[in-house]
């Protein structure tokens, strides 16, 4: 047993002094910059995949999105509203000043108070560090997936922060001096940040000092946002950079085909449904077969809602539009979520007939005339599924007109608002709990009340409400369990939404390069090789 | 038009038949002679009936979801493996038959070319003319605006017209108010050009004996500048309008490709382009190859009839080849 | 001179002013500024705060004195979307617009200079006659039809050009050249070829025009009476006589060079002005548009001084003939 310790060790050390002497870069591209390096100023996926090379969450994520020591190597819930977090020792920001517990309790309270992380992190009310290596959090109530919470809590050093006139969060909108955090960074993590250009580059550095593991070899890291489809594939195949995120889906069969590269693809901890007006007296942006103001909300009869359920061909949208690469998803969860229930996860299933019949049946046997919102970006092929649908609804009668808006614009009508009684949506989960779907998504929108804030189609269920309030202070692994399936069944019967489907993350990349995929859409640079 | 041209008044002989003179007149001699322009006026003629006729030639109507299937999508051209009939160019992601699509696309792009130019050449005329002929304060204020409008070039005057509306518009009062922004923003990005034109031909005109002879007669100015004015800065007008549809189209081209058009709802030339951009490297070609070869002829035949115009209506340059 | 001067100076002043009306009443009269920073999980409160220290309940002739303020110092507040001071989001992105204006301006005048002098020249020849329809079809090329065409051949199949952005940069002060690296200059290649090849059609043509005119002038015909060798006569003669006429023209065609940009660095993702432009446009990012309608402005303005200028010492019928010959 040691002979074959020592054989091996000899191998590792010899594949180390073989690997080639120069400098492994990887050039990657991804569709939006990254925003800002300072991990508490924006909750922007994008940027949050880009920031993690720099900086580490309290707890980590593997590979597979499960909880593993990070920053914390192990937590306990000691009653009392508090859970236990104790600091991996020897662990030096990248300047080289060694983190302490206070630098994570100081980190909490900074990020807590980040208006994006309200809905994470809005309940701690205290993170205290106990000893060195000890940090303590207490929450205003019981809050069983805090641990899970803690994987989008980012450690910064308190004394960098300090020195740089930024314990504060750099204030958005704010007059004067942008704030240093913003393109500059001092994390732990496997990569250290050499230089960030929102709109042209962010480089990285590989962090010698690592305390994890860095099976991969890539010692710089540059990250190009270019945001045409078109252009990035370009980027690609000319070789000016060897990794894209967002491969347009059009492009994967061409880029498969293609000699010297592949394409790697992973379900997205996300979904994509048809939100509709669960409880206004009359519909927004509907109308009368005969272009009359409707008077009354269609939506809110469940018997429309299951037709609209029907006479959507969610197969065929993952077929034609998304190229079969999505999954047809038939409750509010996918694999990976914390509750999800895969037995409980079957399509509505496309059935015209049936649609029509409850249309009738409903009292609108010749259909109506409707708005679909629609977001352009952000999620794949929108625009796309938005024509299909109303396309499919036409043929039972629902005559649909797309309204196509940029990103922004379809947000602020949403938060604004929520002004929009029918609208195409991606549902993820903060924290990756199914849990979050119901408080956020789900429950009784009471905006004051931070109860169901992203419940746009104001949705309203009895059951799911009682399942909200009771899960987040539920700590029995078996009455949540419950819990979640007696959500999902009431969210399911009552069409909480038309559910379509689960994309994939679908990157592009030169042969030469292994990057594994993380659930979250993080390419986690420690785990890139570059091959000869 | 209903007015007759001015070098075919002046060209007496026998008393020939209203059409004949016109065979006859030196601008149609010269376009019979201009094989350039001849091949433009055909082809500008041919696609300009497709496109008024798309509702007869089209397989598939986009405005119509349920002439769609999403069976139908991504078909490659009826030549390539996999083609199938009806689809002769192949289909879009929707199902839709690029064909189709095209003619309806350049229903839309001629539409709103030609109101743009309507917008135009309506608005520059009516205040060339009325700067030309009044002169002094009206002059000064009308044709300040129009060199304000100069100091920057055309195109991104209708991208700022049209970027800025259309940024600003939320929600449904975009997809509804896309055309008219778009004929807007193209329309008053070129009025000046117009009224610069009209005012010049207005200021030599005026002081013309018939001009004074209509004012003795009591004629009121607005009567003098229908009747009298008017009729002679047809000429420049209609090369100008001519050759104004070709930047309206590229413009709306452009507008639509840049995202500040047409909705993909309502295709246009530019839309499709800007569609199949995203097919680039996809391999459906399709998809970008023939709106953009579209779009291509379209405004070259336009041109080569413009070209023609220009020269054949410029007496100076007559003189000089 | 010195009047005209005055005269188109104090003309800039009153585009100036106009335009920063409709800037002043973009940012802060329409839109929902406060929605646009804050975004999506904004509370009411931080929306409060926000609007307090946006001072949107003062006076709007109060704010716009201060905006006009802020303008002429170059600040206009903080991107919506970059949350950065657009006055440096701007001027990061001037030498990257300029440097493609330029290169595409300099491309247009080496390639439609010498086609045109070859079509004055041999004018009754096919070749003048080809060039002449090749200068329509140029003119009626879309710019980003070209830059699409460019790219799907040299950079996907041929692979030699890069498709996108600027190549490598190298800082001087604060302009930052692509010029002096070579992944800068292959970048630039197509992006200003896409430019340049409509104005290559307009210039060829001027220069056509300008050339037959000058090469029928009894200047001309006393030079070949004197028995002046054709080649001497058509180049220092005549195209030297063009030339004053050619580098006015020039003046107008960087300004359309400059507005066109916007389209080729859409297709190229070049790190421009126009691009900020678009993604400011597809964000409502507010402070950034009213930048860029102020830069514009200024831009402009300078640019038909200059041109005027340079009409008042070569000749005013050109201006007609460009807004005639131009799309």
């Keep these: 047993m040691l002979k074959h310790t020592i054989m091996a060790t000899a191998t590792a050390v010899a594949l180390a002094m073989a690997a080639p002497a120069s400098a492994e870069t990887l050039r990657f591209a991804g569709t939006t910059p990254a925003l800002t390096m300072d991990p508490h100023a924006t909750n922007d996926f994008v940027t949050t995949a880009i920031f993690r090379q720099v900086y580490d969450s309290v707890v980590g994520l593997s590979l597979d999105m499960e909880l593993v020591p990070s920053i914390a190597t192990s937590w306990e819930y000691l009653g009392d509203n508090t859970w236990r977090f104790h600091i991996r020792e020897g662990v030096t920001f990248h300047d080289g000043q060694p983190l302490t517990a206070e630098d994570v309790a100081f980190s909490i309270m900074r990020q807590k108070d980040s208006r994006f992380y309200t809905s994470l992190f809005g309940d701690v009310a205290e993170a205290t560090a106990v000893d060195d290596l000890t940090v303590d959090v207490v929450s205003n109530n019981p809050d069983p997936i805090l641990p899970r919470k803690m994987s989008r809590m980012f450690v910064m050093s308190r004394a960098w922060l300090e020195a740089n006139d930024s314990l504060e969060i750099p204030d958005l909108g704010a007059e004067g001096a942008e704030g240093f955090t913003v393109r500059n960074a001092n994390g732990t993590g496997p990569m250290a940040l050499t230089e960030h250009d929102p709109s042209v580059r962010t480089s990285f550095v590989r962090n010698e000092d690592y305390w994890g593991d860095f099976p991969g070899n890539v010692d710089e890291a540059v990250y190009s946002p270019i945001g045409s489809g078109p252009t990035r594939v370009a980027a690609l195949l000319s070789g000016e950079v060897q990794l894209i995120i967002d491969l347009p889906l059009q492009d994967v069969e061409r880029l498969e085909n293609t000699d010297g590269f592949h394409v790697e693809q992973e379900p997205q901890l996300l979904f994509m449904q048809l939100e509709m007006d669960g409880t206004r007296d009359v519909a927004l942006d509907t109308w009368t077969n005969d272009g009359e103001p409707i008077t009354d909300n269609p939506f809110r009869d469940v018997r429309v809602r299951q037709a609209i359920a029907h006479a959507v061909d969610a197969d065929l949208i993952v077929d034609r539009v998304m190229r079969g690469d999505a999954r047809v998803v038939g409750i509010p969860s996918v694999p990976g979520f914390g509750g999800y229930q895969a037995d409980l996860d079957q399509p509505w299933g496309y059935d015209a007939d049936a649609a029509r019949a409850l249309l009738a049946e409903a009292g609108y046997p010749d259909g109506f005339i409707t708005q679909l919102n629609c977001p352009l970006e952000r999620y794949v092929n929108t625009e796309e599924i938005c024509r299909a649908v109303a396309g499919m609804l036409d043929r039972v009668g629902i005559e649909v007109r797309v309204n196509g808006m940029v990103w922004p614009e379809f947000a602020r009508m949403l938060v604004n608002g929520p002004t929009s009684s029918f609208h195409l949506i991606g549902n993820g989960a903060n924290s990756f709990d199914s849990q979050d779907t119901f408080t956020a998504t789900m429950m009784t929108r009471d905006a004051d009340a931070n109860e169901g804030f992203f419940n746009w189609a104001l949705y309203s269920n009895e059951t799911v409400d009682q399942v909200s309030r009771e899960l987040p202070v539920t700590f029995d692994e078996a009455r949540r369990e419950e819990l979640y399936r007696m959500g999902m069944e009431a969210a399911r019967d009552t069409i909480s939404a038309v559910y379509l489907h689960q994309p994939m993350i679908t990157w592009g990349m030169q042969d030469t390069v292994e990057a594994p995929i993380r659930g979250d859409a993080t390419l986690t640079l420690q785990n890139v090789t570059i091959g000869e | 038009m209903s007015t007759v041209d001015p070098t075919v008044a002046t060209n007496p002989r026998r008393a020939p038949g209203r059409w004949q003179r016109f065979w006859r007149s030196r601008l149609v001699r010269s376009f019979r002679r201009s094989k350039t322009a001849l091949i433009g006026a055909v082809i500008f003629l041919l696609l300009t009936l497709s496109a008024l006729f798309a509702p007869l030639i089209a397989v598939t109507d986009p405005y119509d979801l349920a002439t769609l299937d999403l069976f139908n999508s991504h078909l490659p051209p009826i030549w390539e493996e996999y083609g199938t009939a009806p689809f002769l160019l192949g289909t879009d992601s929707q199902g839709g038959d690029m064909l189709s699509l095209m003619l309806y696309g350049m229903r839309s792009s001629l539409t709103v070319a030609f109101l743009a130019v309507a917008t135009s050449s309506i608005l520059g005329t009516a205040l060339g003319l009325i700067a030309g002929y009044f002169g002094r304060r009206v002059d000064g204020v009308i044709m300040r605006i129009a060199d304000i409008q100069f100091t920057f070039p055309a195109i991104l005057l209708a991208l700022l017209i049209g970027g800025i509306s259309q940024s600003l518009l939320s929600n449904s009062a975009r997809a509804e108010l896309a055309m008219p922004i778009v004929v807007l923003a193209l329309g008053l990005s070129h009025w000046p050009h117009f009224a610069r034109l009209v005012r010049g031909a207005v200021l030599v005109e005026k002081n013309k004996d018939y001009v004074a002879a209509a004012k003795l007669a009591g004629r009121g100015p607005w009567t003098i500048m229908r009747r009298q004015l008017l009729p002679n800065v047809l000429n420049p007008i209609f090369v100008l309008a001519t050759l104004d549809i070709a930047f309206a189209v590229m413009g709306e081209a452009t507008l639509s490709f840049l995202g500040f058009g047409l909705p993909p709802t309502e295709p246009s030339l530019g839309t499709l382009i800007r569609t199949g951009y995203n097919y680039l490297y996809s391999g459906e070609w399709w998809l970008i190859v023939f709106p953009a070869l579209w779009l291509v002829l379209l405004v070259v035949s336009i041109n080569l009839v413009g070209d023609w115009l220009r020269d054949a209506l410029n007496p100076k340059l007559h003189q000089g080849s | ?327």
């Design chain 3, 1 to 327: 001179m010195l009047s005209i001067l005055v005269q188109r100076s104090l003309h800039a002043v009153l585009v100036i002013l106009v335009v920063s009306v409709l800037a002043f009443l973009l940012t802060s009269l329409v839109g929902d500024p406060v929605a646009s920073i804050l975004g999506i999980q904004a509370t009411p409160e931080d929306r409060a705060i926000l609007a307090e220290r946006l001072r949107l309940d003062e006076p709007w002739i109060v704010r716009y004195l201060s905006f006009l303020g802020g303008a002429i110092q170059g600040e206009f507040g903080i991107s919506y979307s970059a949350q950065r001071p657009v006055g440096d989001l701007l001027l990061e992105r001037i030498p990257a617009t300029m440097e493609l204006a330029f290169s595409a301006l300099i491309l247009s005048l080496a390639i439609g200079i010498p086609l045109g002098v070859f079509a004055a020249v041999y004018r009754d020849s096919w070749v003048s006659s080809a060039l002449m329809v090749g200068s329509i079809v140029g003119v009626s090329l879309p710019t980003f039809v070209v830059g699409i065409l460019l790219i799907f051949l040299f950079s996907v199949h041929l692979g030699w050009l890069p498709s996108f952005g600027r190549g490598e940069t190298v800082d001087i002060g604060w302009w930052s050249t692509g010029l002096l690296t070579w992944s800068g200059l292959k970048a630039l290649i197509m992006p200003a070829l896409s430019l340049a090849i409509s104005q290559v059609a307009l210039i060829a043509r001027l220069v056509r025009a300008e050339m037959l005119e000058v090469l029928q002038t009894d200047y001309v015909r006393f030079a070949r009476a004197r028995g002046l060798a054709p080649r001497k006569i058509n180049l220092s003669h005549a195209l030297r006589n063009t030339l004053i006429p050619i580098i006015t023209v020039s003046g107008i065609q960087l300004g359309f060079l400059v507005a066109f940009a916007i389209v080729a660095e859409a297709v190229f993702q070049w790190p421009g002005l126009g691009l900020l432009f678009l993604q400011a446009l597809g964000n409502t990012d507010l402070p950034v548009i009213a930048a860029f309608l102020m830069l514009a402005a200024f831009f402009f303005s300078a640019i038909n001084i200059i041109v005027d200028m340079l009409y008042a010492v070569a000749d005013p019928r050109l201006r007609v003939k460009v807004a005639l010959g131009s799309t």
